[in-house]
Nanobody, 124 residues
Framework: QVQLVESGGGLVQAGGSLRLSCAAS????????MGWFRQTPGKEREFVAG????????DYADSVKGRFTISRDNAKNTVYLQMNSLKPEDTAVYYC?????????????????WGQGTQVTVSS
């Protein structure tokens, strides 16, 4: 059974940092694109960042570019999201997602596996 388990969420002050992790099990994702999405109540889920299978290509939403960094460790079947200079508008539930395909996409419906989410709250 495939599982994606996020961790690292929490409460942080504006300007602070958090590092989210997503551990995959049940299959290897070394040939899969991985992504991070976020959602707040009443809003659509939005793409945050994605990374191709070989770490050669990353993609970021404009709202997080320059502040967030996505990376992966294929040996550990884990993807990370380093979040710096956090703002109150970054507050959301953050979800990890994986594609069977190796190429990153921004559409949530193009991802095949999802984690349960981790809450990130940024106080002003």
């Amino acid at each position: 059974q495939v599982q994606l388990v996020e961790s690292g969420g929490g409460l942080v002050q504006a300007g602070g940092s958090l590092r989210l992790s997503c551990a995959a099990s049940g299959r290897t994702f070394s040939r899969s694109a991985m992504g991070w999405f976020r959602q707040t109540p009443g809003k659509e889920r939005e793409f945050v960042a994605g990374i191709n299978w070989n770490e050669g290509t990353t993609d970021y939403a404009d709202s997080v570019k320059g502040r967030f960094t996505i990376s992966r460790d294929n040996a550990k079947n884990t993807v990370y999201l380093q979040m710096n200079s956090l703002k109150p508008e970054d507050t959301a539930v953050y979800y990890c997602a994986a594609r069977v395909s190796p190429w990153v996409r921004r559409g949530g419906d193009e991802y095949d596996y999802w984690g349960q989410g981790t809450q990130v709250t940024v106080s002003s």
